[in-house]
């Protein structure tokens, strides 16, 4: 098992920044990616972005490219989620995830609220 716990979230206005944690305890040398996922009141979760813990090959959402960069630090087993140039939309529930292989996402944190206001 993984644990994962988020932090960092908040109110924010538009065009600002926000530094996203997520700590990760546990059977952590198993984990082959981490990722961060984000859902609306009434949407779906969807994928904001991912990085591999061997090589730290990333990937991102078409909407945050640009703006978000996710990273993670071996030595304390933390991921973070730099978002910059904030808007309105980026309003959500903000999730950690961890993945033990390409297949499935299988663990994930309790989620941190990110507002952004216009």
């Known amino acids: 098992q993984v644990q994962l716990v988020e932090s960092g979230g908040g109110l924010v206005q538009a065009g600002g920044s926000l530094r996203l944690s997520c700590a990760a305890s546990?059977?952590?040398?198993?984990?082959?990616?981490s990722g961060w996922f984000r859902q609306a009141p009434g949407k779906e979760r969807e994928f904001v972005a991912s990085?591999?813990?061997?090589?730290?090959?990333?990937a991102y959402a078409d909407s945050v490219k640009g703006r978000f960069t996710i990273s993670r630090v071996n030595y304390n087993d933390t991921v973070y989620l730099q978002m910059n140039s904030l808007k309105p939309e980026d309003t959500a529930a903000y999730y950690c995830?961890?993945?033990?292989?390409?297949?499935?996402?299988?663990?994930w944190g309790q989620g941190t609220q990110v507002t952004v206001s216009s």
């Open positions: 990085i591999k813990w061997s090589g730290g090959s990333t």
């Open positions: 546990g059977r952590t040398f198993s984990t082959h990616a």
């Open positions: 995830s961890a993945r033990l292989s390409d297949r499935t996402w299988d663990f």
